[in-house]
């Protein structure tokens, strides 16, 4: 009985270093998911810089109504690169790539996503699809017709630009898909024992149900643009009216998935706001189960809107009846989410930290962006402001001022679970001034330009707008200047900020409750299992962590 | 191993309020445990109870693969249903082939549900035989396709429906392709002291799902495009 074959199991075996370890792994084939993750969030940021310095050539250009700083066609082009890096290689990556991978495992209390290495695969898809469309640029023509490829005008701009772009688009989009099938698995299959699906933390069902999306409406984009190389490289007619095809077929396939797009843009957005409300404001989530059905309703209700895009394509009137109720009734499941997170707040401990401040101007901005979503969503209005600059006000308060806010706001909350260390407060909260006075002085003036009908994606523009077009540009300087203090407090608090110990905001979702930053595995022992993820000042409340209270 | 038997104090406050305040009380006592029982260490459970999820996951997948049908399935028919086509175009196509080819497929699936099953019995043989029927099933399907494409009046980019039926029944033809390699993979790997044994069935599932897919997607790219 004193005889033992095997080393007891309870001393911990030395891991084999299989994968380079310091920051050498961030550039490898890394399966961690954590280093996933992170490699997702730097890269993101990388073509984030990409794409907003592409829109400071924008805001440049209609500083004046003539175009004068370049030529028609490179405007084009810089347009469409901006919005393809912006959409596919920025928020898309970041919102579901970066934070998904970092936090879901957690959330589940598992040590690792489901199937790690087609996460590595999914994440290395992106940086060569992203040189790819960027480097278009520098071999002859980027792509001309805008992210949306709306063909005729994608069939008779320049061919490489444009198949280099649809090339790039299919790599993201598979990257995408991969990544949805990895959170959908994860959420339903690995799962602790003894965590049930309504013990989660809302962004796991934020996650899931955008990956839902993911799964249902990427691959349909995949054929649709299959397609519109075709009829470029072999002169099939699919979308094109000069050989019999069509090109609204086209917009419905499109929509089809960047409809539910912009969803899986901002749902994650939710999701991760719904995060850092709770611990901030010292408060539970307020209307969990009212949440989870909100997320549920508005993938559901997602998937049947997108032809509210095409009021102006010709759609017969009984289609433009039931997208506008469709799209109306997203309002719903939105508004319950906004009146929870507004009721989360109410009564709270609030920390007016710059996680807090961002989420509080996500709030703001994107009730903003939604009023005006339901305007658009009306087919008398939309008619008369389509293809204006009020759409390009409303999407960038969606997307900027909502999403492009809270992944802020996730940087400064889950900084110091990434590092080890606290993001400077000051450097944080003059970050948010500047963004925040630079993105409404950039996007409120620009609802009033497509009022009056001032038309998107143009390089010139009628002379009255001139003054409200400065304004706007001034707005963009502004958020080009708030770079500034956040790259230099992600630099310098990575070496010397302060160190944060391992739960420096007294929070109860499970990534908080190892070291940080966390092990190779998440935990040194078991998972532990948290059912009450936002138990804040419940009673009876267990004196969780801190203890300093008797 | 006992995944619920620690009572965790973040849970505790969703019990009853008697049971709760014990555990505070308990908590209390143990004043040094509050870091630690806040943690709600709960045993390996984590270890096990996780089945084979990498059949969910291909079935996701398969769910998007399916979506690009769909997609295509959708441009066909309104394509169909509002674009005429140029003179000399017709949607009428010539189905004697193509129903030996349905059938050739179907009876495919039932091979390879023959495979499993044998392999199930410890039959490896006759599980080998039957994949390489099935293979032989599919790309005898192809080669049907092929003297179709070559027969047909009309080329890629003659009209509307030309274009779509080659371009749907090309990425179908993909599909069936990349099958059979994957089931002439699995033969390989079924031999004596390969990878595929009744201990590891998974390849042959994945396989076998994917393939059941494929036969599915050609049911219904049958109906739509022959004949409707």
Known sequence: ?550 | MTSSSVPSPISASAASPAQAADLSVADAGAKQGAEVSHQAEAGHGEEEGHGDFRLFGLATFLVADGMTFAGFFAAYLTFRAVNPLAEGGNYELELVLPTVNTILLLLSSLTFHRAAKAIHQDRTQACRNWLLVTAALGFTFLGGQMVEYFSLPFGLTDNLFASTFYAITGFHGLHVTLGGLMILIIWWQSRQGGRVTKANLFPLEATELYWHFVDGIWVLLYGILYLL
């Open chain 1, 1 to 550: 009985m004193t005889l033992t074959l095997f080393p007891p199991t309870a001393t911990p075996e030395p891991q084999a270093p299989l994968q380079p370890q310091g920051w050498l792994r961030y550039f490898s084939f890394s399966v961690d998911h954590k280093v996933i993750g992170l490699q997702y969030l730097v890269c993101g940021f990388l073509f984030y810089f990409v794409g907003g310095a592409l829109a400071g050539m924008i805001r440049t250009e209609l500083l004046t109504p003539l175009s004068d700083f370049m030529p028609r066609e490179t405007y084009n082009e810089v347009l469409t690169l901006h919005g393809t890096v912006m959409i596919f290689l920025w928020i898309v990556p970041v919102v579901n790539g970066a934070f998904g991978n970092y936090l879901i495992p957690f959330y589940v209390g598992a040590r690792d996503m489901a199937f790690p290495r087609l996460n590595a695969v999914a994440f290395w898809l992106i940086p060569p699809a992203g040189l790819l469309l960027i480097s278009s640029y520098f071999i002859g023509s980027a792509s001309q017709s805008g992210w949306t490829a709306y063909p005729p005008l994608s069939l008779t701009t320049p061919a490489t630009g444009q198949v280099i772009w649809i090339l790039s688009v299919l790599l993201l989009g598979g990257s995408s898909i991969f990544g949805g099938i990895n959170f959908i698995a994860t959420i339903l299959k690995l799962r602790r024992p003894g965590l049930k699906l309504l013990q989660l933390p809302m962004f796991c069902w934020a996650l899931l149900g955008t990956s839902i999306l993911v799964v249902l409406s990427t691959p349909v984009l995949a054929g649709t643009l299959v397609l519109l190389s075709f009829d470029i490289i072999a002169h099939t007619g699919f979308f094109n009216p000069a050989l019999g095809g069509n090109a609204v077929v086209y917009q419905h396939l499109f929509w089809f998935y960047s409809h539910p797009a912009v969803y899986i843009m901002v749902l994650p957005a939710f999701g991760l706001v719904s995060e850092i409300l709770p611990v901030h404001a010292r408060k539970p989530l307020f209307g969990y189960i009212t949440m989870v059905y909100s997320i549920m309703a508005i993938v559901v209700l997602g998937l049947v809107v997108w032809a509210h895009h095409m009021f102006t394509s010709g759609t017969p009137p009984w289609m433009r009846l039931f997208f506008t109720i469709a799209t109306s009734l997203i309002a719903v499941p939105t508004g319950i989410k906004f009146f929870n997170w507004l009721a989360t707040l109410w009564g709270g401990k609030i920390a007016l930290n710059s996680a807090m401040l961002f989420s509080c101007g996500f709030i703001f901005n994107f009730v903003f962006g939604g009023i005006t979503g339901v305007a658009l969503a009306q087919v008398p209005f939309d008619i008369h402001v389509h293809d204006t600059y009020f759409v390009v006000a409303h999407f960038h308060y969606i997307v900027y001022g909502g999403t492009v806010f809270v992944i802020f706001g996730s940087v400064y909350h889950w900084y110091p679970k990434f590092t080890g260390r606290l993001a400077n407060e000051t450097l944080g909260r003059l970050h948010f001034v500047l963004t925040f006075i630079g993105f409404n002085l950039c996007f409120a003036p620009q609802h009033w330009l497509g009022l009056n009908g001032m038309p998107r994606r143009v390089a010139e523009y009628d002379p009255q707008f001139t003054f409200v077009n400065q304004l706007s540009s001034v707005g963009a300087l502004l958020m080009a200047i708030s770079t500034l203090p956040f790259l230099i407090n992600m630099i310098y608090s990575a070496f010397a900020g302060e160190k944060a110990g391992d739960n420096p905001w007294r929070a109860l979702t499970p990534e908080w409750l190892t070291s940080s930053p966390p092990p190779v595995e998440n935990w040194k022992g078991p998972a532990p299992l948290v059912t009450h993820p936002y138990g804040y000042g419940e009673a009876p409340q267990p004196q969780a962590v801190g203890a300093s209270s008797p």
